[in-house]
């Protein structure tokens, strides 16, 4: 599933799209992920390894789904959801966005359109993510 929009009233000035990552998306999911402002957040002290990282996108449980926000046609950012195949349990999603996007509201975006997403499928489940206490708006 893919949506898109026109951003108003954002420093995001381009169209965005939000939409399933495909095994093409790969390098640019490896470089989002590179980035040290997602290194940080992620948890890690080091990016990826490329041989273990291209391991565990292909091979994605049928539970995980990456996600890949553009804008302007170019990665922007990323979330991940990992819905349990429990009906009553959370799912989990991790967000990533682009240090040239962070502070335009990117990951707010993603998390509006997974939510809509999410209700749309008719998964009916609460999304819950850990975020960093120092990690700012």
Not at 44 to 60: C, G, I, M, N, Y
Not at 76 to 98: C, H
Not at 116 to 132: H, K, M, N
Request: net charge negative; charged share 25%; glycine share 8%.
């Amino acid at each position: 599933t893919a949506s898109s929009s026109q951003s108003s009233g954002s420093s995001i000035e381009e169209d965005r799209r939000f939409r399933v990552a495909a095994a093409a998306d790969f390098d640019s999911l490896l470089a989002l992920k590179s980035e040290q402002s997602n290194i940080y957040w992620s948890g890690f002290d080091s990016p990826p390894d490329t041989k273990a990282f291209r391991r565990w996108f292909t091979a994605l449980p049928s539970t995980r789904t990456v996600f890949l926000a553009e804008v302007g046609g170019r990665a922007a950012g990323y979330l991940s959801l990992d819905a349990s195949d429990k009906t009553d349990a959370p799912a989990e999603i991790a967000i990533g966005v682009g240090e040239e996007y962070r502070g335009a509201r990117l990951a707010t975006w993603m998390l509006e359109e997974i939510a809509r997403q999410v209700r749309a499928d008719g998964l009916g489940c609460e999304l819950v993510a850990w975020i960093f206490l120092d990690n700012e708006p």
